[in-house]
């Protein structure tokens, strides 16, 4: 036994020797190896837009329903729908209660109109038809933002679009939208997509945020975006059968908290549709399900104009971290293994932290206040029962 204890700690050195993370002694009692998370709240990364959900397709929302998502779970944006033949009442309401909140909206068109279609693309003498009539659709429903088309690499049905269109497109018209744009909601975050109008400088000025789904890639710095000052948005993902389920809530929750880690400034659930008993987050009478509670452990304490800080991304094995200040402290940790895990924090450059609240989702709780944890010498342990997620915040 003391042999393999050795064996292990030799191989903790080894992998972990060279950084600046302080080692924990290997205890007995978990079966888990102890790191230290390092939090520096003068080492800033990207500010956060909000954390966000979609409703098209989803009729419109009861208040019931908006009170949940936006006051009780905390999210702040609104993905709506564009519908091609301009029959967008539903939406137009959403985008009212999402306001009413202090939610913002983005809208986005999943069909392209066929007054503008050839085939199944946008020939080049529409482009400026097409954004015109975008800006209308941004007009008539209230949206404080737009993207420029869902999924351009997606069903031909819909219409496709390439990332020399979309460039043209944005050059042709972009102007005329009259909103702040984002593009270009790839299906895995492709940035094929993207990079030519990141690339041609007349196309990037007229756009503010880099925009993707993340269906089988795309969670990773998209560094050409972040060189050239625009902001990461990942606008529409969900993990089936997450709804009720704990351990789908934590790939979820994972997902989340990678994309804060790879400098992604807002997120946006799929979706709140109570007719998908897959992956909805609140149903029309209120009801939150796991998945929602999963979303509000984030966007509950993670406000618009926070930013994201240095810590420790996955200091313990199954342990995964991220940190913001602005406002107060806030730090979500996500512990996707069966066994919990005594986690030590340190805290640097943060001042007046006497104590952090704590509110936790797990299989049996759902972000439930569970009191607070004192903060000694910019300092702290906390122990993370298996397969959580656990939020500590200063208000």
């Known amino acids: 036994m ?31 190896l102890k790191g230290l998370a390092s939090i520096d709240g003068n080492t800033y990364y990207q500010t956060i837009d909000g954390l966000g959900f979609s409703s ?3 009729g419109t929302l009861t208040a019931a329903k908006n009170d949940a998502l936006y006051n009780t779970l905390g999210f702040s944006l609104l993905r709506v729908r564009f519908d091609q033949n301009n029959a967008w009442t539903d939406e137009t309401n959403n985008a009212a209660a999402a306001h009413a909140r202090g939610a913002k909206v983005l809208g986005c068109p999943w069909k392209i109109p066929d007054a503008y279609r050839s085939g199944n693309t946008i020939p080049s003498s529409q482009y400026v038809n097409f954004c015109n009539w975008l800006g209308s659709a941004a007009s008539a429903i209230n949206c404080d933002f737009v993207s420029i088309k869902n999924e351009p690499d997606g069903s031909s049905e819909d219409g496709n679009l390439d990332g020399y269109q979309i460039r043209d497109i944005i050059k042709a018209g972009g102007s005329n939208i009259g909103k702040p744009i984002a593009c270009a909601d790839a299906i895995n975050f492709n940035d094929t ?10 196309a990037a000025a007229k756009i503010s945020y880099v925009s993707g789904h993340l269906y089988g890639g795309g969670n990773n710095v998209h560094q050409n975006a972040l060189n050239k000052g625009k902001r990461i948005w990942m606008t529409e993902y969900y993990v089936a059968n997450s709804r009720d389920n704990m351990d789908n809530c934590l790939v979820l929750a994972k997902n989340i908290n990678d994309c804060m880690n790879n400098q992604f400034s807002a997120y946006y659930f799929w979706w709140v549709n109570d ?17 929602g509670y999963t979303g509000g452990q984030f966007a509950k304490w993670i406000r618009p104009g926070k930013q994201r800080i240095a810590c420790t991304y996955n200091p313990t094995p199954n342990v995964y971290l991220t940190a913001y200040r602005g406002g107060g402290l806030v730090i979500v940790a996500v512990n996707t293994g069966a066994s919990a895990v005594s986690q ?11 104590s952090l609240n704590v509110h936790r989702t797990s299989s049996n709780e759902n972000m439930s206040s569970i009191g607070s944890v004192p903060v000694s010498g910019n300092a702290f342990t906390y122990t993370l029962p298996a397969k959580s997620i656990t939020t500590f915040h200063q208000f």
Do not use: M
């Open 344 to 354: 030590s924090f340190s805290v640097a450059n943060v001042s007046g932290i006497g």
């Open 2 to 32: 003391k042999f393999k204890i050795c064996v292990i700690a030799i191989a903790v050195f080894l992998l972990h020797g060279c950084s600046k993370e302080k080692q924990q002694s290997v205890e007995n009692v978990e079966p888990q």
């Open 193 to 202: 997509y993207t990079d030519p109008t990141l690339n041609d400088a007349a």
């Open 275 to 291: 007719n998908d008993a897959s992956v909805n987050l609140v149903n029309q009478s209120g009801t939150i399900y796991k998945a």
């Open 56 to 58: 098209a397709w989803c």
